[in-house]
């Protein structure tokens, strides 16, 4: 009995998703590319999209702050301490500035701060996660250990110990002392996906191919490993922004900048709340709080970055 | 007849266990050599485990072995050792006048354009994220020196080789775009873009259903006989190593229990584990009275007229 | 024979909240006599362990039952939800998984899994003491051919078929009318398998309970089950006694489907294939969905779906098998 075949297996039947026909070189394609298709995808989960509305919001606030702001946020030409006016929406400081003004300019330090804070630690935490996962022996126990010591020590309290005794209070001290002390999280979990990636076949099937340890490590473990970086940096940039309104609330920052966390801090000096100035602090409160919340929203779509098939449109 | 008119019909796959090769194989022997492999953590005092245990055996050039075993039974360590992933704790295995144990790094990665691997898991041996003509275009760039265009399009040859047609259209598909077997066949490919000398092929179909083992078997036996490669076919499915193999190595944790001809080996088992595995394999017909009627048997009508 | 379990026209539909509907159970029926043990075979992507579900009430969203009735001892179980539901579960169904050893509590004990299932189970005003746990344990474990001293073990400190068995006595704990077996052995060892799969016989057979075993592997449903029901695409495409399918199949696929296996002692072993796919089950199928691939594929084939006409001992679901057994009764009638 022969066994007819029919002809050679037809096109998979698949679920009806969409074949992306793009080049047949590679998937990984350029940042540009690569940071488009992120925000798309990010983009069809409801809960992203509102965070990405938010954090949107903001960088347009601070990109055109010269030209929303009425005012200079310096200026001590008001009265002092008066509330809401047509001229004054937000009311005045103590010294006579315009809080309106220096909430749209403080804008600008605050995502300063965040971003690049939780973007630096999220590098550190990366290139320590990556070459402690994938490389086991002592390399990997030396920097386990070195990032379980960081994760110890409690980082508002070294922050501000560092912060008070660094010379120089420029934002680049806050961001750097922010990075330094929210770094460990990310490498722990980072260090933790690499590990388990490293045993997957289809890395060693990238050794087979004659792939070596840089292109491994950077195209075939750490593609893979996006979703998690993403959340590491959303993660790292709210605990980012959070700090830097604490240390300068704490008088630990530069006062002479104008964030978000400085208005606070003199709000703080000035009594606000007995002079009636409640919205002195209750603006840059809801606008911190807010802006953290929208990157922990940001979170809830960073899923589909990894898994290609979350990616699919119905 | 399918509605697509003609249809060619290939006859099922036959194992006699008297396949000849059509080329002259130029491969090199694989000897393996008192090789064992004894996993032992002394930092954490656990209790050493033999994986395997003072083994040798000979790939002569363009044969293809079978290496049959429950799991546990140390073939899988085996493979690995062979492929250079893990180094033996005893013996040795030279691969014509290489000493695979000692190679490190760069040769090592020369080693791999030699020696490839077809993996167990079609689900785990692409990268999630890579197209299939990437996957199989890497080899070809690293291993041949190919531009990124020759490269593509070596790929397109490949992936119609092992049936993957239009190649142009699957190049582009990412893994979860294809079913099980497809995705064994683009492994495949990517095992042979480098024209290697000796292919390993790790439980190579098991986890695909049963009505597409014998297409992917059909590939390995079709690959091995026309470039004359040497091929370790590793499984504990008896049927499989049967039609795709010459010689047959049983493997019981981590000895060898049996060796011999295929045919042989398994029409006079010697060992009582040879004859366990034996008895594991799926045989619908046995159960019945012991002994296989023919195919025609088969039917409840009169056989169909060949078509060819 | 009484009837257990009776299913018409049982549709389960796959509704992702991104992406295409799928049907993977497409108008099944099926009866169930007590103290049957049946077979459910067929390829990944055929829809059985979606039908074992369904007909067990365990499906989750996305998959929903699509219409269809659903009698369990006479009772409509389809429709059925909460503390009705949970006690056609009492004493019911039970269900064994492939993974179901996986799925005990690495850090409790044997002992305490089965604490567990008896104290949900159980009636009002019963109680059960840490001793008669133990009695009932010892009689399960004993019943499933494992020593005594398992109760007190961990997950851990068992082997993969050890582990299985403990799963299968849980399942037996409460007694249920219906047990399915869904791939119990496959992801267990090659040499162990045998041996699991004999104790499920030989429970079956002693305790006298229905049992559906659902396997990809026809030659281990064949060796075990009284009947055998083939599926292919979500159908239902035969269904005839187990040892009357060893001595031929009627509908194509399962025919091509024995093929694919062989006796590797024979003189000569030949292997066959299947070659093609799976039809696209978001589309609704209008002809025989095995068409594409069938050697006897005429023209009636890819407009009109046959049905389970009787065939042999059983039933098959082939137009061109029905039409010659139609001819040759009329040929038999007339000479």
């Known amino acids: 009995m022969t066994i007819v075949t029919t002809a050679p297996p037809p096109e998979s039947p698949g679920k009806g998703v969409e074949v992306r026909v793009g080049p047949a070189s590679e998937a990984i394609p350029t940042p540009l590319l690569f940071l488009g298709r992120a925000l798309r995808t990010l983009w069809s989960n409801r809960k992203a999209r509102i965070g990405l509305c938010i954090i949107g919001f903001d960088i347009l606030i601070a990109i055109c702050a010269p030209l929303i702001a009425p005012h200079s946020p310096t200026a001590t030409t008001f009265t002092p301490y008066s509330g809401p006016t047509v001229a004054n929406w937000f009311g005045t400081t103590g010294n006579g500035q315009d809080v309106f003004s220096q909430m749209i300019y403080g804008s600008r330090i605050t995502l300063m701060v965040g971003l690049a804070a939780g973007a630096l630690a999220t590098l550190v935490a990366v290139t320590i996660g990556l070459v402690a996962g994938y490389r086991p022996g002592a390399v990997d126990e030396v920097l386990s250990f070195i990032t379980n010591l960081a994760l110890v020590i409690p980082a508002l309290p070294l922050m501000i110990i560092l912060a008070a005794y660094l010379q120089g209070r420029s934002i680049w001290t806050i961001v750097l002392v922010v990075a330094f002390t929210s770094w460990a999280t990310g490498a722990r979990v980072i260090r933790s996906q690499a590990t388990t990636l490293r045993s997957r076949e289809y890395v060693t099937a990238a050794v087979f191919s004659g792939e070596r340890l840089f292109r491994i490590v950077?195209?075939?473990?750490?593609?893979?490993?996006?979703?998690?970086?993403?959340?590491?940096?959303?993660?790292?940039?709210?605990?980012?922004?959070?700090a830097e309104a604490s240390l300068e609330f704490l008088g630990l920052g530069n006062p002479s900048t104008v964030s978000w966390g400085t208005i606070l801090y003199f709000a703080q000096q000035e009594n606000a709340l007995l002079t009636g100035q409640w919205l002195t602090i209750f603006a840059p409160g809801l606008a911190i709080a807010l802006l953290a919340v929208s990157f922990t929203l940001v979170n809830f779509g960073v899923d589909a970055l990894s898994n290609p098939r979350l990616r699919e449109k119905s | 007849m399918s509605a697509d008119g003609d249809v060619p019909a290939e006859p099922a796959l036959v194992g006699n266990g008297d396949r000849r090769l059509t080329v002259a194989s130029s491969v090199p022997p694989l000897v393996i050599s008192g090789v064992s492999k004894i996993y032992a953590n002394r930092l954490r005092r656990e209790k050493a485990v033999t994986a395997v245990d003072d083994v040798s055996f000979t790939i002569a050039p363009g044969a293809a072995v079978a290496l049959v075993g429950a799991s546990g039974s140390g073939k899988s360590t085996l493979a690995k050792m062979i492929t250079g992933s893990e180094r033996p704790t005893a013996g040795s295995i030279t691969f014509g006048d290489l000493r695979v144990e000692r190679l490190r790094r760069n040769a090592l990665r020369r080693f791999h354009r030699r020696v490839q691997i077809i993996f167990q898991d079609?689900?785990?041996?692409?990268?999630?994220?890579?197209?299939?003509?990437?996957?199989?275009?890497?080899?070809?760039?690293?291993?041949?020196?190919m531009s990124p265009r020759e490269a593509g399009r070596r790929a397109h040859e490949l992936l119609e080789t092992v049936g993957l047609t239009p190649p142009t259209q699957y190049a582009a598909k990412l893994p979860h775009q294809l079913s099980g077997g497809q995705r064994q066949r683009v492994v495949i490919a990517r095992a042979l873009a480098c024209n290697p000398?000796?292919?390993?092929?790790?439980?190579?179909?098991?986890?695909?259903?049963?009505?597409?083992?014998?297409?992917?078997?059909?590939?390995?036996?079709?690959?091995?006989?026309?470039?004359?490669?040497?091929?370790?076919?590793?499984?504990?499915?008896?049927?499989?190593?049967?039609?795709?193999?010459?010689?047959?190595?049983?493997?019981?944790?981590?000895?060898?229990?049996?060796?011999?001809?295929?045919?042989?080996?398994?029409?006079?088992p010697r060992d009582s584990y040879t004859v366990q595995l034996l008895n594991a394999v799926a045989n619908p017909f046995a159960a019945a009275d012991g002994a296989r009627p023919s195919p025609e048997a088969l039917t409840a009508r009169p056989p169909a007229e060949p078509a060819v | 024979m009484t009837v257990l379990l009776e299913a018409r026209g049982v549709n389960v539909v796959y509704e992702p909240v991104r992406g295409v509907r799928i049907w993977s159970v497409r108008d099944v029926d099926l009866t169930l006599e007590q103290g049957e043990f049946v077979g459910l075979v067929g390829e990944s992507g055929c829809g059985k362990s979606t039908l074992a579900f369904a007909l067990t009430r365990m499906l989750r969203p996305p998959a929903r039952l699509d219409g269809g009735a659903i009698k369990f001892d006479g009772v409509d179980i389809a429709t059925v939800e909460g503390e009705a539901l949970r006690r056609q579960r009492r004493n019911g169904f039970a269900l064994v998984l492939q993974s179901g050893m996986n799925a005990l509590n690495p850090v409790r004990t044997v002992e305490h899994h089965l604490g567990d299932v008896l104290k949900a189970h159980a009636r009002k005003g019963e109680r059960f003491s840490a001793g008669a746990v133990r009695r009932r344990g010892a009689e399960l474990v004993d019943m499933v051919?494992?020593?005594?001293?398992?109760?007190?073990?961990?997950?851990?400190?068992?082997?993969?078929?050890?582990?299985?068995?403990?799963?299968?006595?849980?399942?037996?704990?409460?007694?249920?009318?219906?047990?399915?077996?869904?791939?119990?052995?496959?992801a267990l060892d090659v040499i162990v398998q045998g041996a699991v799969m004999q104790t499920i016989k030989d429970l079956q057979r002693d305790q006298g309970f229905t049992a559906m075993l659902i396997s990809h592997d026809l030659g281990v449903v064949l060796e075990a089950t009284d009947r055998v029901m083939v599926m292919y695409a979500g159908r239902i495409v035969e269904g005839q006694p187990s040892k009357a399918l060893l001595r031929g199949a009627h509908h194509p696929y399962t025919e091509a489907l024995l093929g694919c296996y062989a006796d590797p002692r024979a003189d000569e072993v030949r292997l066959g294939e299947i070659s093609g796919a799976l039809p696209d089950l978001s589309l609704p199928n209008t002809g025989c969905p095995f068409e594409p691939r069938c050697r006897l594929a005429e023209a009636v084939c890819a407009e009109q779906m046959p049905p389970l006409s009787p065939l042999g001992e059983g039933t098959a679901a082939c137009h061109v098998r029905a039409r010659e057994v139609g001819a040759a009764v009329e040929m038999r009638s007339v000479g």
């Open chain 1, 218 to 242: 950077f195209r075939e473990i750490l593609p893979n490993m996006t979703s998690l970086v993403a959340a590491s940096f959303f993660g790292a940039a709210t605990a980012a922004i959070l």
């Open chain 3, 145 to 186: 051919r494992l020593p005594e001293s398992v109760l007190y073990r961990f997950p851990h400190e068992l082997s993969g078929g050890m582990r299985q068995r403990v799963s299968i006595a849980l399942a037996l704990s409460l007694q249920p009318r219906f047990i399915v077996f869904d791939e119990p052995t496959t």
């Open chain 2, 197 to 268: 000398e000796l292919i390993v092929a790790d439980e190579p179909v098991s986890m695909l259903d049963v009505s597409l083992r014998a297409g992917v078997l059909r590939l390995l036996a079709k690959f091995r006989e026309e470039r004359g490669l040497s091929l370790l076919y590793i499984t504990h499915d008896l049927l499989g190593a049967r039609v795709v193999s010459d010689e047959i190595i049983v493997l019981n944790r981590g000895r060898i229990v049996e060796q011999g001809r295929t045919k042989q080996v398994l029409q006079h």
């Open chain 2, 122 to 145: 079609p689900y785990g041996a692409l990268n999630p994220l890579h197209t299939v003509g990437y996957a199989v275009m890497r080899p070809c760039e690293n291993f041949l020196d």
